[in-house]
């Protein structure tokens, strides 16, 4: 009995031990002086994005309907379509030339708003009708090919919507809540 127990007290010891340096080991100080190494690249990726202001985001949704007809059948599919268009400012077009200081006076000069991204939102885009003709296969491309137009068709609609004016806008107006902020009185834009 005495034999059991004091090889269970050895295995439980040997458990917790091995937890413990299992979990302390690697928060020892290195001692061996070696280096760590980072993906650079991943780095100034993330660097690369922050010189982005979105500063306005548009909601749409629209029905396409896109069609294959041959003389021997048709192909085609209706969908709805949810997407997001996002406009703003790229900062990374900014040179030092680009802003001037005179006392409590900022003079930037805005690089031109674009549209940064237009995409579909999946989970909210749904496929309303699909019909293949009798005498035609199934068309797997013919989907995809209808969320492109939907994509192609909401970057227009937004354009003509007036989304890179709004973008200027609020990218002058949260530029000149931020130079408030900090300290100057008077802000003034120009466009490159």
Do not use: C
């Not at 085609?76 to 997001?84: D, L, N, S, T, W």
């Not at 995809?144 to 709004?166: H, P, S, T, W």
């Amino acid at each position: 009995m005495k034999s059991r127990l004091l090889v269970a007290l050895i295995v439980v010891a040997a458990l917790v031990s091995g937890v413990y340096f299992g979990w302390r080991l690697p928060r020892l100080p290195n001692l061996a002086g070696t280096t760590r190494t980072y993906n650079t690249a991943t780095v100034i990726q993330q660097v690369q994005t922050l010189s982005e202001l979105v500063t306005v985001k548009y909601v749409m949704e629209k029905i396409i309907i896109f069609e294959d007809v041959k003389w021997y059948g048709e192909n085609r599919v209706m969908i709805v379509a949810h997407g997001i268009a996002k406009a703003g400012v790229d900062f990374g077009d900014l040179t030092p030339k680009d802003l001037t200081i005179e006392g409590t006076k900022v003079r930037i000069k805005l690089p031109r708003e674009r549209l940064m991204d237009v995409y579909l939102d999946d989970k909210a885009t749904e496929v309303i009708e699909r019909t293949t003709g009798v005498l035609r296969q199934f068309d797997k491309d013919l989907e995809q090919n209808a969320r492109r137009r939907a994509v192609d068709e909401m970057r227009v609609a937004a354009r003509k919507n007036g989304i890179l004016k709004d973008a200027k806008e609020r990218a002058e107006s949260q530029l000149t809540r931020f130079f408030k902020e900090i300290g100057f009185t008077e802000v003034e834009f120009a466009s490159k």
